[in-house]
């Protein structure tokens, strides 16, 4: 006879109750960058409880909502939000803090357990250790940027036309004011997937991005574009009939000419973060 299989969200009571969570700050140098990574992590031995993402869905059709209406109530699209309930597109450990506590406002008075909402992002079911994302910063004289998951493709591209934030991610402030005199504000931060533009760029770097300069000023920078629909981290050159042409790095990928309109400049490579 076979024994009861605990659903998902009783896992996440039996782990939740009277264990609380606490917040470690961790500094780490990179080969070309101070990155300030602010992250929780859990106090003691805890048993593991699955991905978030199906966490997240558990929670949801507990309170009878549907992707899209959770989504409108979010006021996001709904391809955003299904993508955190995507373990293929959401592979982060937590969901963001910001996300996190919209979401308990909206499915708390649909029935789900506030504790458990707050557990997505790590948070302890009191809320007493919790700091917010913007004060860590502040104190470690930082700024935050937003991570996009779904990326720019270094590989074929990745459709961007509706891509989500999953995260703020702690950066120097010095280090930043290096790069560009630009705003934060304007500043975001991508993972690109591929190798096409090897050596230059490798699987998984970490690219800044300035959505300021978004004009071509000088021949064969390293930009973000998209083209066709996708999105790619390529370098640009104009040419003489007032066409582009879309390089890679990789010389096993051919040059593209992009004409008419068919290719828009999102923002310029400011710098690329890669660990070793």
């Not at 960058?33 to 859990?42: D, E, M, P």
């Not at 299904?82 to 996190?100: C, H, M, N, R, W």
């Not at 302890?124 to 994302?133: A, R, T």
């Not at 999953?166 to 280090?175: E, K």
Request: net charge negative; aromatic share 4%.
């Amino acid at each position: 006879m076979l024994g009861h299989r605990p659903h998902p969200t009783e896992l996440v009571e039996k782990r939740l109750h009277g264990e609380g969570l606490c917040d470690n700050v961790v500094q780490k140098a990179t080969i070309k960058s101070h990155i300030l990574c602010a992250r929780f992590s859990s106090q003691g031995h805890m048993p593991e409880l699955g991905p978030v993402t199906a966490r997240l869905k558990a929670l949801r059709e507990r309170t009878g909502m549907t992707v899209r209406g959770l989504a409108e109530a979010l006021h996001m699209p709904a391809s955003s939000y299904a993508a955190y309930e995507d373990p293929k597109k959401f592979k982060k450990p937590l969901l963001p803090v910001p996300l996190t506590m919209k979401l308990a406002d909206i499915l708390v008075e649909k029935g789900a357990p506030r504790e458990l909402i707050l557990g997505l992002a790590g948070i302890s079911p009191s809320g007493d250790l919790m700091v917010e994302p913007a004060d860590l910063a502040e104190q470690l004289d930082a700024v935050l940027l937003d991570e996009v998951e779904v990326g720019y493709s270094m590989g074929g591209g990745s459709d961007i036309a509706d891509f989500p934030v999953i995260q703020q991610v702690p950066f120097s402030r010095a280090w930043l004011s290096s790069l560009t005199s630009s705003p934060a504000s304007s500043l975001f931060v991508a993972r690109g997937d591929g190798d096409s533009m090897m050596p230059t760029l490798l699987d998984q770097d970490i690219v800044i991005i300035d959505r300021s300069q978004n004009m071509m000023r000088q021949q064969d920078r390293i930009w973000a574009v998209v083209y066709g629909g996708f999105g790619m981290i390529k370098r640009l050159r104009a040419l003489p009939d007032g066409s582009v042409q879309i390089n890679s790095d990789n010389p096993a990928v051919s040059p593209i000419i992009a004409v008419d309109g068919e290719a828009f400049i999102v923002g310029r490579v400011v710098a690329i973060v890669r660990r070793i």
